[in-house]
């Protein structure tokens, strides 16, 4: 008996030794892994580790600094965290996690994370940070030539438009550590000949609108933000009226506003957000939602997708809807491509939380636009160009339909400056 229980002795402490010897081999494989920047065998060794039962922190940091290096947010932030907990008192592991909210584009998040740290728990470049988003100068520019056609005589309304311009200057701010807002004001220039019931031979001119955008935005919980925000058009109509046999002009200031609410859920790999607006163009009321949700495949912005739709029910015209497919992804450190396709039947909606505004008469029923985005510490630089099939009608604002389709092109380009303040 005492035989028996000495070889099961022998046996049982071979086996840890050689568990032990295994565990020490695997430990010195992965860390010459980690050395050499292999990171498909890092984690392939790192799982073998962690499937025999052992979890520590140098294990951890070596994963989420390889995964860091490879721009994999996700991975990185869940093995930071892992290696937080196993380290409270360091400050290294604080660090990284900031900047991986920062480099997978959840800035708000970054914020938020810096703010929850104590100072002990900020090493001296976590301290030297702003604990606010800085300032924003936005700057742009676009122009678009149309396709004209135009009548003799026409007694609907009816535009033949021959160019759009359209200059915006738009200021971000901070209102609080967790909170910023937006202003911008638009000018908009339009060269077109517009014909009316009033001017059946038709007018032309440059016809300009005014417009101002206003957004607040703020974070409500780590990874949930909620905005509102609210869109203003000034512009002057122009009225021919006879009286006593007598044509005269008259001009009248029109007022035309959107109010609207965004939710944005951002996740790693997924990101989405609904708006809900309400405006009052065209002499009419329109009740809109907008749905969209960004994929990002490896947790960075070095590519992504968006999927977006837009539904409107209008008071006179019904419901009319926008979709869209954009793509985006990184050719160089200094070089970004973004690309999109838009097709629908809407002639009055907006875009990007109500900052981007249509309420011309012309439908775009299909859209093709791309920009090349130049990235910089203190700037970027954002230049594209787009073409549109436009769907263009004679409308009649009494019994509110539309007649004489007419399908037209517009070409444009455009070009946006951001300036940061850091």
């Known amino acids: 008996m005492r035989t028996i229980i000495v070889i099961a002795s022998v046996l049982m402490l071979t086996y840890r030794l050689g568990a032990q010897t295994d565990f020490a081999s695997l430990d010195r494989l992965?860390?010459?892994?980690?050395?050499?920047?292999?990171?498909?065998?890092?984690?392939?060794?790192?799982?073998?580790?962690?499937?025999?039962?052992?979890?520590?922190?140098?294990?951890?940091?070596?994963?989420?600094?390889?995964?860091?290096?490879?721009?994999?947010?996700?991975?990185?932030?869940?093995?930071?965290?892992?290696?937080?907990?196993?380290?409270?008192?360091?400050?290294?592991?604080?660090?990284?996690?900031?900047?991986?909210?920062?480099?997978?584009?959840?800035?708000?998040?970054?914020?938020?994370?810096?703010?929850?740290?104590?100072?002990?728990?900020?090493?001296?470049?976590?301290?030297s940070l702003p604990?606010?988003?800085?300032?924003?100068?936005?700057?742009?520019?676009?122009?678009?030539?149309?396709?004209?056609?135009?009548?003799?005589?026409?007694?609907?309304?009816?535009?033949?438009?021959e160019n759009l311009a359209v200059l915006n200057a738009g200021l971000a701010f901070n209102f609080s550590e967790r909170a910023n807002g937006f202003f911008q004001y638009s000018?908009?220039?339009?060269?077109?000949?517009?014909?009316?019931p009033s001017d059946p031979s038709g007018n032309y001119d440059t016809y300009k609108q005014n417009q101002?955008?206003?957004?607040?935005?703020?974070?409500?919980?780590?990874?949930?933000?909620?905005?509102?925000?609210?869109?203003?058009?000034?512009f002057t109509d122009v009225s021919n009226v006879s009286t006593y046999g007598r044509r005269s002009s008259s001009l009248n200031l029109?007022?035309?506003?959107?109010?609207?609410?965004?939710f944005t859920l951002i996740g790693w790999y997924l990101r989405g957000g609904i708006n809900f607006n309400y405006s009052n163009f065209a002499n009419s009321n329109q009740f809109a939602t907008e749905a969209y949700i960004t994929?990002?495949?490896f947790s960075n912005?070095?590519?992504?997708?968006?999927?977006?739709?837009?539904?409107?029910?209008?008071?006179?015209?019904?419901s009319t809807y926008q979709s869209n497919f954009d793509v985006g992804f990184k050719v160089f450190k200094y070089l970004w491509v973004e690309s999109g396709v838009m097709i629908g039947n809407s002639f009055l909606y907006s875009r990007n939380f109500g900052m981007e505004l249509n309420n011309s008469f012309i439908i775009p029923s299909k859209s093709f636009y791309g920009s090349l985005v130049i990235p910089a510490?203190?700037?970027?630089?954002?230049?594209?160009?787009?073409?549109?099939?436009?769907?263009?009608?004679?409308?009649?604002?009494?019994?509110?339909?539309?007649?004489?389709?007419?399908?037209?092109?517009?070409?444009?380009?455009?070009?946006?400056?951001?300036?940061k303040f850091q």
């Open 212 to 234: 101002f955008y206003f957004s607040y935005k703020s974070l409500i919980t780590q990874g949930f933000e909620f905005s509102g925000y609210t869109h203003w058009v000034f």
């Open 254 to 262: 029109s007022t035309e506003s959107l109010f609207g609410l965004n």
């Open 187 to 196: 000018n908009t220039s339009k060269v077109a000949t517009f014909y009316s």
């Open 295 to 297: 994929y990002l495949p």
């Open 30 to 127: 992965n860390y010459q892994y980690f050395l050499g920047k292999d990171y498909k065998n890092l984690k392939r060794t790192a799982k073998k580790i962690l499937n025999q039962g052992n979890d520590y922190y140098y294990l951890r940091m070596r994963l989420g600094i390889l995964a860091y290096e490879n721009q994999r947010y996700a991975y990185a932030y869940r093995n930071f965290t892992r290696a937080k907990q196993q380290n409270p008192f360091d400050t290294v592991t604080n660090e990284y996690l900031y900047y991986c909210y920062l480099l997978a584009g959840r800035q708000a998040d970054a914020l938020q994370f810096l703010r929850t740290l104590s100072e002990n728990d900020k090493n001296s470049h976590l301290k």
């Open 377 to 419: 510490k203190k700037f970027s630089l954002r230049v594209g160009g787009h073409y549109s099939e436009m769907n263009n009608y004679s409308w009649d604002l009494e019994n509110n339909t539309k007649t004489s389709k007419l399908v037209i092109n517009a070409f444009g380009v455009n070009a946006t400056l951001t300036i």
């Open 131 to 161: 604990m606010a988003k800085a300032p924003e100068l936005i700057l742009s520019y676009s122009y678009t030539g149309y396709d004209v056609k135009k009548y003799q005589t026409n007694p609907l309304n009816f535009e033949a438009i």
């Open 301 to 318: 912005l070095n590519l992504y997708s968006t999927v977006s739709g837009f539904y409107q029910l209008d008071k006179n015209w019904g």
